[in-house]
Structure formats: structure tokens, C-alpha cells
């Protein structure tokens, strides 16, 4: 006979998990709608299923290439992760970032470029979720706060594509200590008052909502992301109860005023160059070609009339 019972029931696990994202194949079956589409179409639509709208999710370079105008500047490319605490869980720390280094082709999960967006010249930081699940460890922080430092040495704004399950817990305090550091990085930025765009993809969670994610002049999600501090899983186990349908997702935290917009990622690049435009920054000139030779006009400062602040 046992001493001690459970006297309540475990939770019942979800039935199945949903892929988010894009499988191989000439075929692809949306998730949400389940219609098949051509893999093709879906590329086109930006990885959008056209039927309903459900936001596939996408790399980071792919993210890039939907935002720029064209070619972009990629900074930082070879920062690696030293595995600082010689981590080991169910595999060590060393053998995982080699693992993700094959599948991603990036040292580390983001990518940080300088670009234009609808002629604006921005440094953008690009979260890949592929890589240890777009986790933060000492090379994402780093990565992050150098293309700070640039936008502010270069007048430019910025934009931060989140798409992240939080701090790297192989890197332990290390990880952690990440977050004040961009955020103090961001205080800098917003001090020279320049504008700061924080784009909320599925999955932003974690040590990044708790810090820079939260912090834009303007919070974009896209549609129905999973965006929160612990996951809903986490809540739910922790509570024991079932969560109201939508919890911890975009429109859910629009109507509760924790974000400012959500937006299909099909218009996403419009709304952030307005954005940037309404906040101060100008386009660069376009070139001018003099007697054969391409050259540019004299650059302007990005943001001459912006009142300096006290
Ligand atoms: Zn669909």
C-alpha cells in the first residue's frame, strides 16, 4: 500500500505538437488549415500560407533577405561560443554547437547586418531558432550589443528580429548577464535618440522578452506568435490548470497592451520602414553617376533635426 497519493490528476499533454516549420518535400502541408500548397508558392509568399494566412517560420538570413532592399553588410561572422563552463547535460555543450554550426552554417544563433529598408540604412540583428533553439548565450549578446554601438557610431537606427527560447542555460550566469548588457547597450541608443524596432516572431520567450525584446520604440509580433517569460507548458504544469485559448500569443498580448502592433510578415518591411521614417530617419541619397564613375552625393547626417535630449 502506498503512504502518499497524488490527489490530483496530472495535466493531459497536448495530442500533437505542430510543425512550424517548413518541411521538405514539393508539397507542404499548412498546419492550421491543412491544405497542401505548392512549396514553390509558399517561397513566394514569403513562407505565408496563402490560404490562412499561417506564418511559417523562417532562418535568419531568409528574414534578412525579406526586410533589405538588396545586399547587406554581415558583421561579426566568426564570433564563436568557447563553452566557457565546459558544459555537459544529456550531451556536452562543445559537440551541440557543432551539431548546429552543420545544420545552420552560422557560428552562433543570429546574424547582425547593415542594410537598407526601403532606402533607410539600418543595422538589423536576426534571431536563428535553429540554432540551439535562437537561445542567448555570450556570442548573441555580443553580437547584439557591437551592432548597437554601430548604429550609434553610424546614426542609424536599429531592428531586432526576436525569435528565441531564452538565455543558454550551458553558459549559465554568463548567459544571464547578457540581458543587462544590451540593454544597457540600448539605453546608449535611445540617449544618441535614435529609433529602436523590436519584431516579436514565434517563439520569443525567455531571458530575450525579459530584456531587449520588450524594449523597442515599437513592439511589432507577427500574427499568433508565441511570445512570453516561461513557456505556457511551464505555467500550466507549475499551476495546474488549462490555459484560455490564444494565451501567451500576439493578439492576446495586443489586447492586453503589452505590444503595439501585429503585423502579416508580408507587409512587416513597409510598416517598419514608415515607422522609421515617422521616428526621423531620412533615405540615403541615391547614387549619381558622374562622368562613367559611380559616386555617391555627400551624406547627410540620418537624423539632423532630432532635439537633443536633457
Ligand atoms: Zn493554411
Not at 513592439?219 to 494565451?247: C, D, H, M, S
Amino acid at each position: 500500500m502506498a503512504w502518499f497519493k497524488k490527489t490530483k490528476k496530472p495535466i493531459a499533454a497536448k495530442a500533437k505538437e505542430k510543425a512550424s516549420r517548413v518541411p521538405e518535400g514539393l508539397w507542404v502541408k499548412c498546419p492550421d488549415c491543412a491544405q497542401a500548397i505548392y512549396n514553390k508558392d509558399l517561397a513566394t509568399n514569403l513562407n505565408v500560407c496563402p490560404k490562412c494566412a499561417h506564418h511559417f517560420r523562417i532562418g535568419a538570413a531568409e528574414r534578412l533577405r525579406t526586410l533589405f532592399d538588396g545586399e547587406w553588410t554581415e558583421y561579426d561572422k566568426d564570433l564563436m561560443s568557447t563553452d566557457p563552463l565546459s558544459f555537459t547535460d544529456t550531451k556536452p555543450y562543445k559537440s551541440r554547437l557543432k551539431a548546429s554550426i552543420a545544420a545552420t552554417g552560422l557560428k552562433d544563433a543570429i546574424i547582425t547586418a547593415s542594410g537598407t529598408i526601403d532606402g533607410i540604412q539600418t543595422i538589423v540583428a536576426s534571431m536563428e531558432y535553429e540554432f540551439i533553439g535562437g537561445s542567448m548565450g555570450v556570442v548573441v549578446g555580443e553580437k547584439i550589443t557591437r551592432g548597437i554601438e554601430r548604429a550609434v557610431d553610424g546614426n542609424m537606427p536599429l531592428v531586432i528580429v526576436c525569435c528565441s527560447g531564452g538565455a543558454r542555460m550551458m553558459e549559465g550566469a554568463l548567459s544571464l548577464m547578457q540581458m543587462a548588457k544590451v540593454c544597457g547597450a540600448l539605453a546608449r541608443l535611445d540617449q544618441a535618440g535614435l529609433p529602436y524596432v523590436a519584431v516579436l516572431t514565434d517563439p520569443t520567450t525567455g531571458g530575450v522578452t525579459a530584456s531587449f525584446a520588450m524594449l523597442g520604440d515599437l513592439n511589432i509580433a507577427e500574427p499568433k506568435a508565441l511570445i512570453g517569460f516561461a513557456g505556457p507548458r511551464v505555467i500550466e504544469q507549475t499551476i495546474r490548470q488549462k490555459l484560455p485559448e490564444g494565451f501567451q500569443r500576439s493578439e492576446f498580448l495586443l489586447e492586453k497592451g503589452m505590444i503595439d502592433l501585429v503585423i502579416d510578415r508580408r507587409e512587416m518591411k513597409t510598416v517598419i520602414a514608415n515607422a522609421l521614417r515617422f521616428m526621423g530617419a531620412v533615405r540615403k541619397p541615391a547614387p549619381v553617376a558622374v562622368a562613367g564613375l559611380l559616386t555617391t552625393t555627400s551624406e547627410p547626417p540620418l537624423l539632423p533635426t532630432l532635439p537633443q535630449r536633457s
